[in-house]
């Protein structure tokens, strides 16, 4: 699969997943926009100068500065071919019953209005373009309730019903909208934080990325609202 010549925005860009898909685009030789909260951040994963590479530092959260973010990714980068709505987190702990207001607020701010305020930005440019593509992240935990991950199982939820309802929507717009529903991803946190599970039974982040460039790609043009389980051996 190549990309040369396309523009393919990645959120979360300097997260553990973020960095593959910003690699697996990169050697498939797209421009690819690193968009994450700080420039900072992102000079700290990806540091000096690339041609392929445009960082762009921008608060998610705040939906004028992505709109004026994302118009500048358009200008310099000449479109924007595909999203992968990357940036998110996750948090567990609490029963329903006992989770505050911030930790709910909290998932619905990182998977939810990070994901929302990115496919307001993209989306019109893709109309005007005459196609596109939008890959979101589920999660495998979000197909049902887990105790103790409410909060967080309601807001990949949200997700997945999102992505259904744009699928839906931008269809005949020619745009793809569909999600990756990983279960433990292989990272260094996940690794130190269950020091007894074995990690050859989660699903690395290269596999991922190389899911989400798939329905970026053009074999995936027939491919519209679908929530495609990747979790490794788990």
Known sequence: MAFENQTIVVTGAAGNLGRAVAGKFHAAGARVALVDVTQDILDSHFPGEDPQFTKVAVDLLDPAAVAAAFGQIRAACGGIDALCAIAGGFHMGEPVHDTPTANWDLMHDLNVRTLL??????????????????????????????????????????????????????????????????????????????????????????????????????????????????????
């Open 117 to 234: 305020h990115s496919v307001q930005a993209a989306v019109p440019h893709m109309i005007e373009s005459g196609s596109g593509k939008i890959v979101t992240i589920g999660a495998n935990a979000g197909l049902k309730g887990v105790p103790g991950m409410g909060a967080y199982c309601a807001s990949k939820s949200t997700v997945m019903r999102l992505t259904e309802a744009m699928a839906g929507e931008l269809r005949e717009d020619a745009i793809n909208v569909n999600c990756v529903l990983p279960s433990i991803i292989d990272t260094p946190d996940n690794r130190a934080n269950m020091p007894d599970a074995d990690p050859a039974l989660w699903v690395a982040p290269s596999d991922l990325a190389s899911a989400i460039l798939f329905l970026c790609s053009p074999q995936a043009r027939a491919i519209h609202g679908a929530l495609i389980p990747v979790v490794g051996l788990s």
